[in-house]
């Protein structure tokens, strides 16, 4: 299964970075976006989902993002990862290049909390051994007082979702 992972973690981090490395012109902003993202992630731990409860009542609201108006608010809620003003500008560069295609293989989702964007999260997923197989990332919430509680229904919602697109499910956080 570790290979199963890393296949995973390699093919998103290399979709997440497409959007700037394969652009014509990208920014400087969003060169250190894709920086400070990769950074970010090169600390993150992953494990193999056995079993997931059934989700309960979230209180969040889930949407694929389709659009470029839920990209938007994808990277305004998820640069609130980062501490500083700077840094979170340029992962809202970074993050507001995402460009879908048709046949895409990362699906992200906002969580609206009141009617306001307020968490993330992405599956991606690909096939191995003619089995699909799906990665749950990128959660992150508001610093809300209930951010917490907001992560654990962005990811209980995306482990779900991708329980029932995929035999193996991996978790990185």
Excluded at 5 to 26: G, R
Aim: glycine share 2%; charged share 15%.
């Amino acid at each position: 299964m570790p290979l199963i992972t890393e296949k995973l973690i390699t093919l998103k981090n290399a979709w997440m970075a497409s959007h700037v490395t394969d652009a014509e012109f990208p920014t400087p902003l969003s060169e250190q976006g894709l920086h400070l993202y990769q950074l970010a992630h090169s600390e993150l731990s992953t494990q193999i989902i056995d079993s997931i409860i059934s989700p309960t009542e979230s209180s969040l609201t889930f949407y694929p993002v389709d659009c470029h108006p839920l990209t938007i608010r994808y990277a305004l809620v998820y640069s609130s990862y980062w501490q500083q003003e700077d840094q979170q500008q340029a992962i809202v560069e970074y993050l507001t290049q995402i460009m879908f295609e048709a046949e895409t293989n990362a699906q992200l989702y906002v969580g609206f909390y009141n009617g306001k964007p307020a968490a993330t999260g992405m599956i991606y997923t690909d096939v191995n051994d003619d089995k699909k197989v799906s990665l749950v990332s990128d959660i992150h919430a508001l610093p809300l007082p209930n951010q917490t509680q907001l992560m654990q229904d962005m990811e209980q919602y995306l482990l779900d979702v991708a329980q029932q697109i995929s035999s193996t499910v991996v978790l990185q956080k």
